[in-house]
């Protein structure tokens, strides 16, 4: 892998992280095609490059993690955010773990996963179609009602991105958007959980992999992902906020089925 290479991977990862598309999954795709990676390195490969996506969002959320802190001092929205990372992390590590070790082990732990964002996709596309027949957004929730249950189910949501061919942040917003929560909170929502769940992923990969993703190149990908990351962060939250919220579900659900379909065909 040359620089090139890595300019290469940093682009799709920057990009993917943040779409309803398996980010991991075109990192496998285009470390088997074009570099001859195993499969199980170039798994590991994608989950190791997670680490652009957490410093990206470290940088563009900065504020609302600092708020999150200052839950412990008592701001009543920072100990709502709070809450909401310690619970989806505690999910997701107990269910996401065990299934990275299942998945590595056997990639066909993740043959059904193509289905499974099929299936969410074309959930939010029926959304998108109920919200249009009912001719208003009103009465879609914000971040501040949520309860422990959905908090739980997000956790979970984010536990089943682990296996190769569903995408956390299409998971993740899916789901938020299924629970009935305004797109730009849905988005906000997902992203700001990537570095919890994005730094388990880069030090489970490291781990199994013995070091050996973290390669120069791999680094130089890293960092080429940081800066496409948060370009992208920006422009699909401006998406996010537009009013056309029934055109935002529709997009997310074509998108995550797209993904799902790319996964069933090339078997990653």
Do not use: C
């Not at 170039?42 to 839950?71: C, D, H, P």
């Amino acid at each position: 892998m040359n620089l090139g290479d890595a300019l290469l991977l940093g682009v799709v990862q920057g990009v993917s992280e943040w779409l309803p598309i398996s980010s991991k999954t075109q990192i496998m795709l285009i470390s088997t095609a074009l570099f001859k990676s195993p499969p199980q390195y170039a798994y590991s490969l994608g989950l190791f490059l997670e680490a652009a996506s957490v410093i990206a969002a470290l940088i563009y959320f900065r504020g609302l993690y600092l708020k999150a802190l200052r839950g412990l001092l008592g701001d009543r929205e920072g100990r709502r955010w709070l809450t909401y990372m310690v619970v989806t992390t505690i999910v997701t590590g107990a269910v996401g773990v065990p299934l990275y070790y299942i998945a590595r082990k056997s990639l066909l732990a993740g043959q059904s996963a193509g289905w499974l964002m099929m299936a969410l996709g074309a959930a939010v596309v029926l959304n998108a179609a109920l919200l249009q027949r009912a001719k208003s957004a009103a009465g879609l929730k914000s971040f501040g009602q949520m309860s422990l249950r959905e908090m739980a189910l997000v956790g979970l949501a984010q536990a089943l991105s682990v296996l190769p061919g569903v995408s956390r942040s299409g998971a993740t917003t899916t789901t938020l958007l299924l629970l009935g929560y305004k797109p730009e909170e849905a988005f906000k929502a997902s992203f700001v959980l990537v570095p919890i769940a994005g730094l388990g992923a880069t030090a489970l990969s490291y781990i199994a992999e013995g070091g050996a993703v973290a390669t120069a190149e791999s680094l130089a990908a890293m960092a080429f992902g940081v800066v496409v990351s948060i370009a992208t962060i920006k422009a699909l939250l401006d998406f996010a906020k537009s009013r056309h919220v029934v055109l935002v579900n529709a997009v997310v659900g074509l998108l995550a089925i797209a993904g799902g379909i790319l996964r069933i065909t090339l078997g990653f």
